[in-house]
């Protein structure tokens, strides 16, 4: 069991500079891998359920650039837990609120 995560945490450490490669030729060349995220639900950040999320936290939809992430995941700690991100994928901006939201997100297609 050991040996299966000690490889699947290699192969993702070892992915992680292509990964990140591969984002720079994407519209968002900032992108690194603290900011990749694997989101259940993205919204348009003018939506009624942008809205919704942002409230407890304050944060008006309407000023906020690029979509809303709501329960998101570090790619990192998906792909280093086996699993595969089967939602959607995206480059957030800002991540500070511990995967319940993520803020100033595009869409990134990691099968590119």
Known sequence: MFTKLAT????VLAATPA???ALATTNKPSCNTDSLQCCKNVYQSNSKEAAK???PFN????SVTGLVGADCNSIVSV???GT???QQTVCC??????G?????CTPINLNA
């Open 93 to 98: 901006t800002d991540n500070r609120f511990e």
């Open 8 to 11: 699947i945490t290699l192969a």
């Open 79 to 81: 792909l280093s837990s």
């Open 19 to 21: 990964l990140v490669s």
């Open 84 to 86: 595969s991100c089967n």
């Open 53 to 55: 999320v942002l409230s």
């Open 100 to 104: 319940v939201v993520a803020l100033g």
């Open 59 to 62: 944060i008006a939809a309407g």
